[in-house]
């Protein structure tokens, strides 16, 4: 048995449709922080994450505790039980200008020092993520498909902020969903713990989506 954490969020719901596995999140069942769990898992898919960016400024301390101490639950829990993690992380580790950037580099950090206590894990940094449930995202660049998406069918021109010529790199989700699951079995053969990127190779700038969902 697998287990989901965060699986009614955007990736996370996703991930859970695809397979068969239990799954907590805040939003219904349970805290990751505080979760009595009884259960030996083969592999903890951790979604679970307080993931907009403004709140990790607003409130670091509450966004440190959901992010860096829920997956050193989690971590702890799969040494003790033997299970393997397959860790949601971002792209934005890369340019850590933002409290929930540097919490994802602080758990990759416990990852790979959990690797010699025998806990076997990877970490899939994601760029920026868009389709199916992507109202429960809450932050990134992934959020303007879904928003020229709203203002198209609602005939309201397109929100652009300056030239709109920043580029990034957008993954659909159902390929994040393949990539969790590949990682999943990379991890019976992995000899060390590994971060891996996860989106196109292609970046895109603003105004080409704006111009792939219908505008001018």
């Given at each position: 048995?697998?287990?989901?954490?965060?699986?009614?969020?955007?990736?996370?719901?996703?991930?859970?449709?695809?397979?068969?596995?239990?799954?907590?999140?805040?939003?219904s069942n349970g805290d990751i922080?505080?979760?009595?769990?009884?259960?030996?898992?083969?592999?903890?898919?951790?979604?679970?994450?307080?993931?907009?960016?403004?709140?990790?400024?607003?409130?670091?301390?509450?966004?440190?505790?959901?992010?860096?101490?829920?997956?050193?639950?989690?971590?702890?829990?799969?040494?003790?039980?033997?299970?393997?993690?397959?860790?949601?992380?971002?792209?934005?580790?890369?340019?850590?200008?933002?409290?929930?950037?540097?919490?994802?580099?602080?758990?990759?950090?416990?990852?790979?020092?959990?690797?010699?206590?025998?806990?076997?894990?990877?970490?899939?940094?994601?760029?920026?993520?868009?389709?199916?449930?992507?109202?429960?995202?809450?932050?990134?660049?992934?959020?303007?498909?879904?928003?020229?998406?709203?203002?198209?069918?609602?005939?309201?021109?397109?929100?652009?902020?300056?030239?709109?010529?920043?580029?990034?790199?957008?993954?659909?989700?159902?390929?994040?969903?393949?990539?969790?699951?590949?990682?999943?079995?990379?991890?019976?053969?992995?000899?060390?713990?590994?971060?891996?990127?996860?989106?196109?190779?292609?970046?895109?700038?603003?105004?080409?989506?704006?111009?792939?969902?219908?505008?001018?």
């Open positions: 048995m697998n287990l989901i954490t965060g699986h009614k969020g955007f990736i996370g719901s996703n991930l859970f449709q695809a397979i068969d596995a239990e799954g907590i999140d805040l939003k922080r505080t979760h009595n769990f009884t259960k030996n898992y083969d592999v903890i898919f951790h979604t679970a994450a307080q993931a907009s960016i403004p709140k990790s400024f607003e409130d670091p301390i509450e966004s440190h505790s959901h992010n860096v101490s829920g997956t050193l639950r989690i971590l702890e829990y799969a040494r003790k039980t033997g299970a393997k993690v397959v860790f949601s992380s971002s792209s934005s580790i890369y340019d850590p200008v933002s409290p929930y950037a540097v919490q994802k580099k602080i758990c990759e950090e416990y990852m790979e020092f959990y690797w010699t206590l025998g806990v076997k894990s990877i970490a899939l940094r994601y760029f920026n993520v868009f389709g199916e449930g992507q109202e429960r995202a809450n932050g990134g660049y992934s959020l303007v498909v879904p928003i020229f998406q709203k203002q198209y069918k609602a005939w309201q021109p397109f929100t652009i902020y300056g030239t709109g010529e920043q580029r990034r790199d957008f993954v659909y989700v159902g390929d994040v969903v393949k990539a969790n699951l590949k990682a999943a079995e990379y991890l019976e053969t992995a000899e060390k713990f590994e971060a891996i990127d996860i989106g196109t190779g292609i970046n895109h700038s603003i105004n080409e989506i704006a111009k792939m969902v219908g505008g001018e």
